[in-house]
């Protein structure tokens, strides 16, 4: 499956680094959304973007810095994380938010040393 | 908040054997979705329900919308290794159109 698209796959970051996550969706949608996996929370929804616009944020840690430039790009921009913001970043998309099924990306295996 | 809890955590049952993972809401939903994901895969989309009781079938998955739309479930009939992975719930409430994840139910096959 291509329809969604996330790079890096993987990521090694110190705390003081600054790096940017992207996703690219090639399905026409206009919502897409970050998602948190980790072994502690399997699924944490933390920002969501409709037709460009952030129409919801999770109160996630303010570390982390979406953007989403046009209806097709969102990206996650990350700065002085912690070790515990270590987990797998997954991207989706969906053709609307209420009733539509979402697509994810492979998602970004990120790690924070 | 709403909160969407699925039983059991983790599920081994011998190739063969059928399977059934239970989502529970909070609060009523206006649609529950399923997905699956595989071991080091990403979720992926099996299904939606929309109305009180509905019942759908997909080969060997049965998917089960509860009659007040705050429960759910997902029965698979006689395993296969193919059913590996782990299988999230999904629910929106009425007038929210976040899509709140339940905790998933991991399932591993014992040939």
């Known amino acids: 499956e291509t329809g969604v698209t996330q790079t890096p796959r993987h990521l090694v970051m110190g705390m003081t680094n600054k790096k940017s996550l992207k996703c690219e969706q090639h399905l026409g949608h206009n919502a897409m959304y970050w998602y948190k996996q980790s072994a502690k929370k399997p699924l944490e929804l933390m920002f969501v973007?409709?037709?460009?616009?952030?129409?919801e944020n999770n109160s996630v840690p303010s570390r982390f810095s979406p953007e989403c430039p046009n209806s097709s790009h969102l990206f996650l921009h990350l700065h002085t994380l912690q070790p515990e913001d270590s987990a797998l970043y997954l991207c989706?998309?969906?053709?609307?938010?209420?009733?539509?099924?979402?697509?994810f990306g492979p998602g970004t295996r990120l790690t924070v040393t | 908040g709403q909160q969407v809890m699925q039983i059991p955590q983790y599920q081994h049952v011998q190739e063969g054997e059928d399977f059934t993972t239970y989502c529970n809401s909070s609060?009523?939903?206006?649609?529950i979705q399923w997905y699956k994901q595989r071991p080091g895969g990403h979720p992926v989309f099996l299904i939606q329900?929309?109305?009180?009781?509905e019942v759908k079938k997909q080969k060997r998955l049965t998917f089960q919308f509860g009659e007040a739309k705050k429960n759910s479930s997902l029965h698979i009939t006689a395993t296969q290794t193919t059913d590996v992975g782990t299988y999230f719930c999904?629910?929106?409430?009425?007038?929210?159109?976040?899509?709140?994840f339940g905790t998933g139910t991991r399932l591993t096959i014992i040939p």
């Open positions: 329900l929309v109305k009180s009781g």
């Open positions: 999904a629910g929106r409430n009425f007038g929210n159109e976040k899509l709140t």
């Open positions: 609060t009523t939903l206006s649609n």
């Open positions: 989706a998309s969906s053709q609307g938010q209420a009733t539509y099924e979402q697509y």
């Open positions: 973007y409709s037709l460009e616009e952030r129409v």
